[in-house]
């Protein structure tokens, strides 16, 4: 089962795709890059896939995705926003708000 990490400040969009992953994955949530980052404390990666809101407060997601990519170059991580996609991003795949969750979930498994 893969282990997936949300990261959205939006508690509605947060709860949203982690109560519709949690029938095929392991979900852990986060409502900001910064606490994202708190999840990840050693040298080992604690989750196969991140997917991130691009627009956050404290830590956004384009730079959430930079560190981690640093750190764990192997990591797939899915970006999404309601916005237009970031130019050179490290992101493994960009999603466009809104989106259909069973998309993500299909993109998940198949990573």
């Known amino acids: 089962m893969r282990k997936v990490l ?3 400040d939006d508690r509605a969009t947060r709860k949203t795709l ?3 992953l949690a029938s095929n994955c392991l979900v852990q949530t986060a409502s900001n890059g910064a606490e994202a980052l708190d999840l990840f404390p050693g040298s080992e990666c604690p989750f196969d896939v991140v997917v991130t809101d691009c627009d956050m407060p404290i830590i956004g997601g384009v730079e959430l ?3 981690l990519k640093e750190k764990f170059p192997g ?3 899915v970006l999404m926003s309601g916005n237009p996609e970031p130019e050179q991003h490290k992101g493994d795949l960009f999603l466009g708000k809104p989106f259909n969750v069973e998309v993500l979930e299909t993109l998940i498994n198949r990573s």
């Open 75 to 77: 990591l797939w991580i």
């Open 65 to 67: 995705t930079a560190k």
């Open 18 to 20: 982690a109560r519709f």
């Open 6 to 8: 949300v990261v959205d």
